[in-house]
T-cell receptor, first 113, second 115 residues
Framework: GAGVSQSPSNKVTEKGKDVELRCDPISGHTALYWYRQSLGQGLEFLIYFQGNSAPDKSGLPSDRFSAERTGGSVSTLTIQRTQQEDSAVYLC???????????FGPGTRLLVL | AQKITQTQPGMFVQEKEAVTLDCTYDTSDQSYGLFWYKQPSSGEMIFLIYQGSYDEQNATEGRYSLNFQKARKSANLVISASQLGDSAMYFCAMSSNNAGNMLTFGGGTRLMVKP
């Protein structure tokens, strides 16, 4: 079956612009996670959605970051007023309820000039 | 808070030999999971192996095995019969069953397999 998909695969933007990153989880997976991978900080958790429950936003680095998940499936991560330190690879992962293993998408490479 | 430590930034191994990648962790949780992921130069994160904190047997998946020593809080990955395609970054990670299972990652080990 299809894995986790993310779009765009690459995004170049100018400082101060808003960007939207999309994640389409594996069909039937109820849990969805966003992570960020950067040279300076390694891999960091950002936000977690489980079914219809309120998301766990404890990893979001600032209020410029937000995410939503529509219909319990596709998720969009939005970064407002991008800064150069937001340059990173943004990874999405999904898993079944009660499942342990998270399966990752290919990531979106964001470069803020 | 959870912490994962991978002390080997880079390692070389000869093709067809076995290699051990080190991982130690710190957590106050009683129930947790330990994972290894492979990240080739293409950037995708590929799941390799999982060990639950209550599992008594070490996990194995093909050429991969996880040497779980709970008292020492270590979860080393052993790759047997290394292949050139094993050259990649390897990340150890853990999840807390009490906190939504989000993953905490180590800094990674870059493995290079020599022909």
């Amino acid at each position: 079956g299809a894995g986790v998909s993310q779009s765009p695969s690459n995004k170049v933007t100018e400082k101060g612009k808003d960007v939207e990153l999309r994640c389409d989880p594996i069909s039937g997976h109820t849990a969805l996670y966003w992570y960020r991978q950067s040279l300076g900080q390694g891999l960091e958790f950002l936000i977690y959605f489980q079914g219809n429950s309120a998301p766990d936003k404890s990893g979001l680095p600032s209020d410029r970051f937000s995410a939503e998940r529509t219909g319990g499936s596709v998720s969009t991560l939005t970064i407002q007023r991008t800064q150069q330190e937001d340059s990173a690879v943004y990874l999405c992962a999904s898993t079944n309820r009660g499942g342990e293993t998270q399966y990752f998408g290919p990531g979106t490479r964001l470069l803020v000039l | 808070a959870q912490k994962i430590t991978q002390t080997q930034p880079g390692m070389f191994v000869q093709e067809k030999e076995a290699v051990t990648l080190d991982c130690t962790y710190d957590t106050s949780d009683q129930s947790y999971g330990l994972f290894w992921y492979k990240q080739p130069s293409s950037g995708e994160m590929i799941f390799l192996i999982y060990q639950g904190s209550y599992d008594e047997q070490n996990a194995t998946e093909g050429r991969y095995s996880l040497n779980f020593q709970k008292a020492r809080k270590s979860a080393n990955l052993v790759i047997s019969a290394s292949q050139l395609g094993d050259s990649a970054m390897y990340f150890c990670a853990m999840s807390s069953n009490n906190a939504g299972n989000m993953l905490t990652f180590g800094g990674g080990t870059r493995l290079m397999v020599k022909p």
